[in-house]
């Protein structure tokens, strides 16, 4: 078993580490406590663009730095006692994905630095001060505001579907930016001539719920919102709108390569491994506070044209040649 693919519980972290630094003989090597949002497998493109990212830099897991991974879930109710756990073990720096996450693990310490990845509105969160001197310990890569993402979903996919008035939006009300998300889609849904039905979804018995009811009451389209529950759950909820012949837009790649319609977001493979840049830099003396945050580079549009042609959609020829990648 890959040393990732071990999800740590309180008392975890410093078995883990005592193993790692009996396994070489250079016990002064950095340690990293890595909390990802999402599951195991969910997450393996990020995982595996963050190690790229560190070999690129020269740091190799087990021999010149050691790691600790937790894999949250979209679970977050233990993430401050892992922190804990962690900061007891000595970790040397945090790197924590998602902006709940990222907020969590802010509180729990003002001293420990922390990278953070995929964080929507660093300020809003309480993470940073600005985005250029973000003041604290904590600094990284921030995702745009959900606003924009909710606005290019609804364009996107009323683009794609120009018959489309009625799109159901799935979302983790407990998620704050995806309540902003659901606020937008909502303001700019009547200058595009639509009408957005809000199912909400927060725990694996209410997504059941909501996509039941979703199917009842057959909108033309779904938006599903950017969440840590939701994508941890990508097959469920593809396999769902597939079966109900629901044409929908997603925020990550993972869907429409699973089988999903389309998707419009922030590349966050690429945002992990440019992480691990953030990580040498601190590791090697800068301070948090003096690292600017980065914002995306690679937003990408990426469309499942058997999708479409098993949906019946004929996707505008204007679409596809903007999109970053078609399947077909």
């Known amino acids: 078993m890959r040393r990732r693919d071990v999800i740590i519980h309180l008392g975890g972290a410093a078995a883990a580490w005592s193993l790692a630094a009996r396994a070489q003989e250079r016990p002064r090597i950095p340690k990293i406590g890595i909390i990802i949002p999402r599951s195991a497998l969910a997450a393996i493109d990020n995982v595996t663009a963050f190690e790229d990212g560190l070999r690129q830099h020269g740091y190799i897991e087990g021999q010149s730095i050691a790691i600790v991974w937790h894999y949250a879930d979209g679970n977050y109710d233990l993430l401050a006692a892992v922190v804990d756990e962690m900061l007891s073990a000595g970790a040397t720096l945090l790197v924590v994905g998602g902006t709940t996450p990222a907020a969590i693990v802010n509180r729990a310490t003002s001293v420990t630095p922390i990278v953070f990845v995929g964080v929507t509105d660093p300020i809003g969160a309480g993470v940073a001060q600005s985005l250029a001197r973000p003041g604290g310990n904590a600094t990284g890569l921030a995702t745009a505001h959900e606003e924009a993402y909710a606005r290019k979903s609804v364009e996107l ?3 794609a579907l120009p018959w489309a008035s009625h799109i159901a939006l799935l979302y983790n009300v407990a998620n704050p930016f995806n ?7 909502e303001r700019v849904a009547p200058s595009l001539r639509v009408r957005i039905d809000p199912f909400e979804a927060r725990t694996a018995q209410e ?3 909501a996509i039941s ?3 009842g009451k057959r909108p033309h389209a779904v938006i599903v919102a950017t969440d840590p529950f939701l994508a941890g759950r990508v097959k469920e909820i ?9 044409p929908a837009m997603f925020g990550f790649r993972e869907y429409p390569l699973a089988g999903g319609l389309m998707s419009y977001g922030a590349n966050l493979p690429d945002m992990y491994r ?3 840049m953030h990580v040498d830099r601190i ?6 506070a003096d690292l600017p945050i980065e914002l995306p580079t690679k937003f990408e549009t990426v469309i499942n044209l058997k999708t479409a042609k098993a949906l019946g959609i004929e996707m505008p020829p204007s679409l596809l ?8």
Do not use: C, W, Y
Not at 321 to 328: F, H, L, T, W, Y
């Open 238 to 246: 593809v396999t769902a709108t597939t079966q109900h012949r629901l």
């Open 283 to 288: 590791l090697k003396g800068a301070k948090p």
């Open 179 to 185: 309540v902003n998300f659901l606020r937008e889609a």
């Open 157 to 159: 996919l009323k683009e």
């Open 213 to 215: 009811a979703i199917s």
């Open 274 to 276: 440019r992480a691990a």
């Open 207 to 209: 997504l059941d719920n």
């Open 321 to 328: 040649v903007r999109a970053d990648e078609v399947i077909e």
